[in-house]
């Protein structure tokens, strides 16, 4: 145990930051691998494939806030070191997966890890750090997971290159490492039996609804309609019982009072429209320079990796707008129409030949600066609003707005390209879903106008728990 006397911030801030890297980098980097896996397994369609990153994404969604709550009630140390060892056994699963639905287990096993991850590591950095020191670590914690979105591709491809296996094997030696020096470093913090125990059942209905909603977008070229009525239907179902639930229940996954400050509410609205453009054009992006270009994945990995690089130089942008009073919503706004332009000349420049500079760069830097603008002024602007008590549980919902997003931008790009077999075959299959995406962008915009605060509202009557830390930013 790590007494309090001996704790070093700098130490701590460190190694809950590469906890959090490693949770936000499986994210990002299995899509330069995705070709490759499929190639491994042969017979497999796209449809199947997409349960490698939507299992990942709905399940690291849906575990956010139960389990920061159990670790907060039973001790966040112990939930961070279950959450490494729960994500390292599984990447090394992962990398051994004898078929494509054992890999798709595994990644839903490594996703519960991570979804411990973020909440914990948060909740023991503002134990370890003093009140007035505790924005500027938690920024910084913040950043990890930008850095681990911004290299996830390049990395994979780099690893992809020697075999897709090696991306989850690179976990093993970075999660063992973290493991250990949490042990000896990171001090333990709890709140007990003030924590109050999280509505399971009601998670289980979140994840299922989800699932279902993602398996009949994915599913709609294959199955006949009714068959994927019926389990959209199902879907829908499952998220009405959640939401009359979360009404009714002591602590609800999602907080209905939460959503009523405006700002909020938006915030979430805007999130969720843009990360089903995100996920799907990264996606997007990933399959036409190596299905169509024959990129290998380490060329595609550096092909991506410029419109990330301009996440942060437009993240300093658009703090500085902020600073001078510019309403978040209108900067966001702003940046996702910049992605929607990115995008569309894109789609409109793109051929069989590869043009990279003249039909992809220009739209992918046009992309990642809109991006920049766009994404950290969400996830600062949505809690803004919120008491400070609440400023966890408000990232949390915000992260789990981002990852259903994520989700179902990836059915949907499966859902309009179908089994597509080369160019031009594929061609209209690309321009409908990178104009889906643009769609998707613009209508982000419209929502990210509604995040503008139009004067002060009183807090949300919501239990005052000051010590509640239940998720991140990332």
Not at 28 to 52: H, P
Not at 88 to 115: D, I, K
Not at 129 to 139: E, F, H, L, Q
Not at 376 to 404: C, E, F, K, N, W
Request: net charge positive; proline share 7%; glycine share 10%.
């Amino acid at each position: 145990m790590v007494e309090q006397s001996q704790v070093r911030p700098g130490r701590v801030l460190a190694v809950l930051s590469a906890a959090s890297f490693l949770a936000g980098l499986d994210l990002f980097i299995v899509n330069v691998a995705f070709t490759d896996i499929g190639r491994d397994f042969a017979g497999q369609s796209m449809a199947d494939l997409s349960w490698v990153l939507n299992g990942y994404a709905i399940v690291f969604a849906a575990l956010l806030v139960p389990l920061g709550r159990l670790a907060d009630r039973y001790g966040r140390r112990r939930g961070l070191v279950a959450g490494l060892v729960v994500f390292t056994v599984a990447s090394q699963a992962c990398a051994s997966a004898p078929s494509l639905w054992w890999l798709v287990a595994f990644r839903v096993v490594q996703a519960a890890g991570a979804a411990a991850l973020i909440p914990t590591s948060l909740g023991l950095l503002l134990a370890a750090y003093p009140a007035a020191r505790r924005a500027g670590a938690v920024r910084i914690w913040s950043a990890s997971a930008a850095v681990a979105a911004a290299a996830g591709p390049a990395v994979g491809g780099v690893l992809v290159d020697l075999s897709w296996r090696w991306v989850f094997e690179i976990n093993l030696p970075i999660g063992i490492a973290v493991t250990l020096l949490a042990l000896r470093l990171v001090p333990d913090s709890r709140e007990g039996a003030t924590a109050r125990v999280p509505d399971l059942p009601g998670t289980v209905a979140l994840t299922a609804a989800v699932a279902l909603l993602a398996l009949g977008l994915v599913k709609i070229n294959d199955w006949p309609g009714q068959r994927t009525a019926l389990t959209i239907a199902a879907a829908l179902l499952g998220v009405t019982w959640f939401w009359f639930r979360s009404r009714r229940h002591p602590a609800p996954v999602i907080e209905p009072s939460l959503l009523a400050v405006r700002t909020f509410s938006w915030s979430n609205a805007t999130i969720l429209l843009f990360s089903v453009a995100f996920a799907a054009n990264l996606l997007l992006g990933v399959l036409w320079m190596q299905q169509i270009w024959h990129y290998s994945p380490i060329r595609t990995g550096l092909a991506v990796a410029p419109g990330p690089l301009m996440v942060p130089i437009m993240a300093i942008v658009a703090g500085r707008l902020a600073a001078r009073r510019m309403p978040a919503g209108l900067i966001t706004a702003v940046g996702c129409m910049l992605c929607a332009l990115g995008v569309v000349m894109i789609a409109m420049s793109l051929g069989p030949a590869p043009a990279y500079l003249s039909g992809l760069l220009p739209g992918w830097l046009i992309g990642g600066a809109g991006v920049g603008l766009a994404l950290p002024t969400i996830l600062s602007a949505a809690a803004v609003d919120l008491p400070s008590h609440r400023y966890a549980t408000g990232s949390a919902v915000v992260t789990m707005s981002r990852q259903i997003g994520t989700v179902l931008g990836v059915s949907l790009a499966v859902a309009i390209l179908g089994s597509p077999h080369g160019y031009p075959d594929a061609h209209n299959g690309y321009l409908n879903a990178w104009l889906m995406v643009a769609g998707f962008m613009a209508v982000a915009a419209i929502a990210a106008l509604g995040m503008n605060p139009r004067r002060p509202r009183p807090s949300p009557n919501v239990p005052d728990t000051e010590t509640e830390v239940i998720a991140g930013t990332s």
